[in-house]
């Protein structure tokens, strides 16, 4: 096909330019003396990025999934009862992994389209007087539903019923995008990955632990090799790592940090809102449809789940956008498979990509029968963001 | 800037990702053994793409700017006498070209907005009894205007008045975009360059010479060596190039080629021609707005020139497109300047890609005071390509 890739799934995200000229470097021995150079201060910015100063941030040549598994692994003992929400594919999973991980799961189902409940966790974990619970888990950002979810009102909910319990964070498509703050809000555990708001290739996931965390994982005898999280510590911290790194990743991410540091955490969660919220405005007000999410408080600012009108199937409108516009949507998962299509408006990013995304979803839809008004997602978008100039 | 950038202007065109791909190798030696193998199909398919088979096609390390000089110099002498029509900055800046070489250049000042004029050619070469018009110029695409030019018209007014003189097209933003034909046009001399059609970065001025252009070498005594086009022929019949050329563009230019041969030259063509229309649909219908070319026959598949209202500057629009959107529109040059800015639409190009330099356009002339309505652009351009799908 001709002409760009579109890209607008919730992650993978874009990649910027400058950190694929990065990652296009020479391969080199992840033993040579340049490494600690550049694996130290990688560290040292992850920490910044997920705002912690007192714990330790690790990463794994591997997905996010794998640092939800190094999370559980580092930090529990097999048969330890764990506390969930489940509210998409992805809360789901995590649930889903400490069950086949011999955990017990306690998992608590909301509607798809909210997310984390306060009220549902004070319910569970008031009942736990004898603090068996050992982890409380929370997706962040529910990337299969576009719902974001209120971290520090879990927290207070551990902290109101003093309950000891680890919190654990699935920051996947959050962390480097809207607001997540490790110290400030008490998180022991927070998993994130490369491909998201960090604007790199897949391929690395990253975790964050904190001194409570850390604590755990010395009474923790679960059989941990490949992601034990003590061993990754003690590695990174002479500067290289206990099994073969993609150097050429890192190389990359220094660049992405660098990108995401010199923009400013917080202009980029603004960037992110500001961008999301012309998104939205595409969706409600141009093309008069619905979210995924049910109400502004769980409307998130890394992905928009657009529910197709009653009837229709998204499915095609997917396929449409990517067969015939080179346009990547994200497609329904499970509950909301057919039911809603997706735009990833997260990372390197900027309004005219995602007029793209709005004009290729418009067109899309009008091939398959779902009736909007052509050109009043763009519309609506850019009057948000001609009313709402960035760095305003 | 966060985001990709949207790169309309009408060339450099954006380099597809295998291209670039291509380029970014290794540097090589140029007088390794595989240089043939590179360079001899190069020449082959550039043949295809100009459609020439009897004539030679060559390369230079330059611009389309150096080809013209090469064309010019290879096969005329000091003191010649060209003919040539002026319509736009470039047509001018040809003839200048002519006049700073030592050729006596006629120039047939054409209002800017039309084209080349079949009439003011017949007037001028039937004056010429005595055969002193020696070579026949005409800028096929209009770069600065968006004005396409009948080259077989011209033909055929040398050809009714039995005229000898070489015809010499300029088809640097036409060649490998839309309709050009240099056997069946009986053109002599075309000239193009490696950042527009042909999807590279520049670096590259392409020259398709034919017999006749061949023969008229022989007679000539200008002064040349860099652009020496026998010596060029001569060499690259070897498979090698009589000074360094840069062998990373030819890997890329192998990739290109293969891209536009696999999707063969008419539709291309044909997808040129789409693009273009649904663009035109978005400035005529959307906007309101008037084209630099002021009549159809006009109208050219790679770049639309949009006319700012009277009294608005098209300055401060291209300013705040790039400042505020990450968008590249072309300027208006020279007579134009400040009255028109440019969409570029050649090249490795898709609809939504076309879409973000719509919208941009949209948001950076309502920025500026230039009311059009918001989604306009991409209402009529969405609605031509649905009704016109590509492949119908």
Same mark, same amino acid.
């Given at each position: +096909?001709?002409?760009?890739?579109?890209?607008?799934? @919730?992650?993978?995200? $874009?990649?910027? !330019?400058?950190?694929?000229? !990065?990652?296009?470097?020479?391969? *080199? =021995?992840?033993?040579? &003396?340049?490494?600690?150079?550049?694996? #130290? @201060?990688?560290?040292?910015?992850?920490?910044?990025?997920?705002?912690?100063?007192?714990?330790?941030?690790?990463?794994?040549?591997?997905?996010?999934?794998?640092?939800?598994?190094?999370?559980?692994?580092?930090?529990? $003992?097999?048969?330890?009862?764990?506390?969930? /929400?489940?509210?998409?594919?992805?809360?789901?999973?995590?649930? =889903?992994?400490?069950?086949?991980?011999?955990?017990?799961?306690?998992?608590?189902?909301?509607?798809?389209?909210?997310?984390? %409940?306060?009220?549902?966790?004070?319910?569970?974990?008031?009942?736990?007087?004898?603090?068996?619970?050992?982890?409380?888990?929370?997706?962040? %950002?529910?990337?299969? #539903?576009?719902?974001?979810?209120?971290?520090?009102?879990?927290?207070?909910?551990?902290?109101?019923? $003093?309950?000891?319990?680890?919190?654990?964070? =699935?920051?996947?498509?959050?962390?480097?995008?809207?607001?997540?703050?490790?110290?400030?809000?008490?998180?022991?555990?927070?998993?994130?990955?490369?491909?998201?708001?960090?604007?790199?290739?897949?391929?690395?996931?990253?975790?964050?632990?904190? &001194?409570?965390?850390? *604590? /755990?994982?010395?009474?923790?005898?679960?059989?941990?090799?490949?992601?034990?999280?003590?061993?990754?510590?003690?590695?990174?911290?002479?500067?290289?790592?206990?099994? #073969?790194?993609?150097? $050429?990743?890192?190389?990359?991410?220094?660049?992405?940090? =660098? +990108?995401?540091?010199?923009?400013?955490?917080?202009?980029?969660?603004?960037?992110?809102?500001?961008?999301?919220?012309?998104?939205?405005?595409?969706?409600?007000?141009?093309?008069?449809?619905?979210?995924?999410?049910?109400?502004?408080?769980?409307?998130?600012? #890394?992905?928009?789940?657009?529910?197709? &009108?009653?009837?229709?199937?998204?499915? @095609?409108?997917?396929?449409? !956008?990517?067969?015939?516009?080179?346009?990547?949507?994200?497609?329904?998962?499970?509950?909301?498979?057919?039911?809603?299509?997706?735009?990833?408006?997260?990372?390197?990013?900027?309004?005219?990509?995602?007029?793209? !995304?709005?004009?290729?979803?418009?067109? /899309?839809?009008?091939?398959?029968?779902?009736?909007?008004?052509?050109?009043?997602?763009?519309?609506?978008?850019?009057?948000?963001?001609?009313?709402? @100039?960035?760095?305003?």
């Amino acid at each position: +096909m001709s002409g760009n890739h579109h890209l607008y799934v @919730p992650g993978p995200s $874009n990649v910027p !330019a400058a950190v694929q000229q !990065a990652i296009h470097c020479p391969m *080199e =021995d992840h033993r040579n &003396p340049t490494i600690p150079g550049l694996i #130290t @201060p990688l560290i040292e910015d992850l920490k910044k990025i997920v705002l912690t100063e007192k714990g330790k941030v690790v990463f794994f040549p591997s997905s996010g999934t794998g640092c939800w598994e190094a999370a559980l692994q580092s930090t529990l $003992n097999i048969g330890d009862t764990v506390l969930g /929400a489940s509210f998409g594919q992805f809360s789901m999973l995590w649930l =889903d992994m400490c069950t086949r991980l011999q955990f017990k799961a306690i998992t608590m189902d909301e509607e798809w389209g909210t997310g984390a %409940n306060p009220e549902s966790y004070h319910r569970e974990l008031s009942k736990d007087k004898d603090h068996k619970i050992k982890a409380v888990l929370v997706c962040q %950002n529910e990337t299969a #539903t576009g719902v974001r979810s209120d971290v520090l009102a879990i927290r207070k909910v551990l902290d109101d019923l $003093n309950h000891p319990a680890l919190l654990m964070v =699935d920051g996947v498509s959050s962390v480097g995008s809207y607001e997540f703050r490790m110290d400030d809000w008490g998180v022991d555990c927070v998993v994130s990955g490369s491909q998201k708001g960090l604007m790199l290739p897949a391929g690395l996931g990253i975790l964050g632990v904190s &001194p409570k965390a850390l *604590e /755990a994982m010395k009474s923790s005898t679960y059989p941990t090799c490949y992601f034990d999280v003590q061993d990754m510590i003690a590695k990174l911290e002479t500067g290289f790592t206990p099994y #073969t790194p993609p150097v $050429n990743l890192l190389r990359g991410m220094r660049v992405a940090l =660098d +990108m995401l540091l010199e923009e400013g955490l917080e202009n980029v969660w603004k960037r992110h809102h500001r961008l999301a919220e012309g998104t939205r405005r595409a969706i409600l007000d141009g093309w008069g449809m619905q979210l995924c999410a049910k109400e502004e408080k769980w409307y998130s600012d #890394t992905v928009s789940a657009i529910v197709v &009108p009653e009837g229709e199937d998204a499915v @095609p409108v997917i396929s449409t !956008a990517f067969n015939t516009y080179n346009l990547a949507l994200g497609a329904g998962l499970a509950k909301v498979a057919g039911k809603v299509f997706r735009i990833g408006h997260l990372g390197d990013l900027n309004e005219l990509m995602l007029c793209s !995304a709005i004009a290729g979803s418009e067109m /899309a839809m009008m091939s398959n029968g779902i009736k909007v008004e052509l050109g009043s997602g763009i519309a609506a978008a850019s009057k948000y963001w001609l009313d709402n @100039p960035s760095g305003a």
